[in-house]
Structures are given as structure tokens and as C-alpha cells.
């Protein structure tokens, strides 16, 4: 099934300008508005400019896939194998 995402040029418009810069970038909202949409859309835009899809990393906090992740200590050592990634915890 895909996904209905709505565009949000505006919100992706002001955030681009400091991506690849050393400053922190927080999107913060209730549940269900659309953070992680706009994450996506923010991907698909870098991979348009040339931003290969192995530099890219999403991580879904609803996925149990992740559910070991609560601090930076827990984040694991990540490979992409094609288009898949390969998870690797506590190495």
C-alpha cells in the first residue's frame, strides 16, 4: 500500500539550508503530524541532489527493529547491503 504523504515545502524549505552545517536540527510536534514525513521528504530531496541512498539513515522509533536504541550509546552500527540495512548491535 502506499503511502499519502502531503508536501511540506514550506517546513523542508527552511530546514535545507542547514543541512551538512554543525548545528543540531530538532523537529519537535505532537504525535501523527507528519515529523517523520517531512524526515522522508528532506531524504528524497538530498538523493535528487545527488546524496547516495547508503549515506542516509531513518531510524523508526514504532519499529521494534530499533526498540534496543534509547541513547546514542545503544545506536548500533548500521551497513547497507544493497538497498537493505544490516543491523548490528553491541559491537
Do not use: H
Not at 546514542?72 to 547497507?80: E, T, V
Amino acid at each position: 500500500m502506499k503511502r499519502l504523504e502531503y508536501s511540506r515545502n514550506m517546513y523542508i524549505d527552511r530546514l535545507m539550508p542547514f543541512i551538512g552545517k554543525p548545528v543540531i536540527k530538532i523537529i519537535t510536534g505532537m504525535r501523527r503530524v507528519g515529523k517523520s514525513c517531512i524526515l522522508r521528504q528532506i531524504a528524497n530531496r538530498l538523493r535528487a541532489k545527488g546524496v547516495r541512498v547508503a549515506n542516509t539513515l531513518f531510524i523508526d522509533k514504532e519499529s521494534l527493529e530499533w526498540e534496543p536504541v534509547a541513547t546514542y550509546r545503544g545506536m548500533p552500527i548500521c551497513f547497507r547491503t544493497g538497498e537493505r540495512w544490516i543491523v548490528k548491535y553491541g559491537l
